[in-house]
């Protein structure tokens, strides 16, 4: 409130839709050593930054991200890393292009295991991720779509599986056959 009084809401708006632009050090330094393993720790350390941090927009529309592309760290067998590391790539994006946004989601281990992605193999592709995919990230549920879509879009994205806790695309069990989606 103070920054939009003194710079008015023009400039204010300005800044917060670059905020690289913008010196957040203090704020920086006082969760440097920040380091949640729990969940509650990481909805705290999430709701400081979005109070705390100058990147204010920033910190909003990462969560806005993290909300849209949801996943659930109970699915991974309790690994936050997996959810830190994706909130790490929604704020680097969070201002950004969607595009770069839906494929670091769909690399993520955090949604990799959540949708069973690691488990979408050529020889029994899994739906999971490539309904979502349509129906809540993209397109709708009334976005034109048909079952085969999602059949065929399954296919395409088998083999997409996590290997030392980072995306791996294993391309023995990938689906390597002609497509034709949409």
Known sequence: LREVSQYGTDIFLEQQLNPTHLDDSVFEATIANSNPVTLAEFQAETLQRMIGSRRQ????MTWFWDNHFNTDFRKTGNKLLYELAENDVFRANALGNFRNLLEASAKSPAMLYYLDSVKNVKANANENYARELLELHT????GGYTQKEVETLAEVFTGWQVLNDQFFFN???HNS???VFW
């Open 171 to 173: 391309a023995a069990q």
């Open 57 to 60: 927009l920033q910190e909003v």
């Open 177 to 179: 056959s002609a497509k």
């Open 139 to 142: 397109v709708g549920v009334d």
